[in-house]
């Protein structure tokens, strides 16, 4: 079993920055096995997509709504993927979710995905 804890969520104002960061642990199976995800729930809103790397790091896509603003990365020695979040805007307010998956590499379905954390806070004020 795979955990996964996010952090760096907070209060932003327009414009601003956050990084987020998801450490994993446990597992048979290490780290740079999984492709790794974000994904974003607002509330009243599903679960949506944000972006993933592979395992190697070498390969990235975006949701369409953030292309262009956020990026995702990953440090295999750490354990650790990041998601850089730029020109925030209000309609980023969201709690993020990181997840793990083994099969597939760019996933972009939460049904693809084998692990998740418990989420981290993301709030951008006006």
């Known amino acids: 079993q795979v955990q996964l804890v996010e952090s760096g969520g907070g209060l932003v104002q327009a414009g601003g920055s956050l990084r987020l960061s998801c450490a994993a642990s446990g597992g048979t199976q290490t780290f740079s096995t999984y492709s790794m995800g974000w994904f974003r729930q607002a509330p009243g809103k599903e679960r949506e997509f944000v972006a993933v790397?592979?395992?190697?790091?070498?390969?990235?896509y975006y949701g369409d709504s953030v292309k262009g603003r956020f990026s995702i990365s990953r440090d295999n020695a750490k354990n650790t993927v990041y998601l850089q979040m730029n020109s925030l805007k209000l309609e980023d307010t969201a709690v993020y979710y990181c997840?793990?998956?083994?099969?597939?590499?760019?996933?972009?379905?939460?049904?693809?995905?084998?692990?998740w954390g418990q989420g981290t806070q993301v709030t951008v004020s006006s």
């Open positions: 790397v592979i395992r190697s790091g070498g390969d990235t």
């Open positions: 997840a793990a998956n083994r099969r597939y590499g760019l996933g972009l379905r939460i049904a693809q995905y084998d692990y």
